[in-house]
């Protein structure tokens, strides 16, 4: 399945234009694009979160681990009414594809149970860079 990604790009402070993800949920959603209370505030805090640093030293060195922590955000920020985890798997994706890493075609087949496991808290952040690394198309 090939996502149509548009010109979806980071912001100053987000690792994702905040209005393109709310597209991204508006398309892919039945009841998409509407917000929950407080949503919006949670989406910024979620894609700002893979921008993370210390004294100049960053939390998430790579293009992969911000996509872990970034669908970790998305998915478990719940702004949105519908979608969630859709979305920061989506966000997921893009992020990954802007940064030239696709993942091979029978990802999609297992994304729905590794959310999951993500959003739980079943896979814990190393490990969620270990699927999506274990995953990228050579």
Known sequence: ???????????????LDIESVIE??????????????DGRASLEAALARPLASFDGIEFYPSPIEKAAVLLHGVANSHAFRDGNKRTGWL??????AQH??????SADNYADDFVVDVVVGKIRHEEAVDWLLFRIDD
């Open 24 to 37: 991204i949920n508006y398309r892919y959603t039945d009841n998409g694009g509407v917000f929950l209370k």
């Open 100 to 105: 030239s890493l696709f993942l091979i075609e």
């Open 91 to 96: 966000c997921c994706v893009t992020y990954l």
């Open 1 to 15: 399945m090939v996502w149509d990604i548009g010109a979806i790009g980071p912001s100053l402070n987000f690792c």
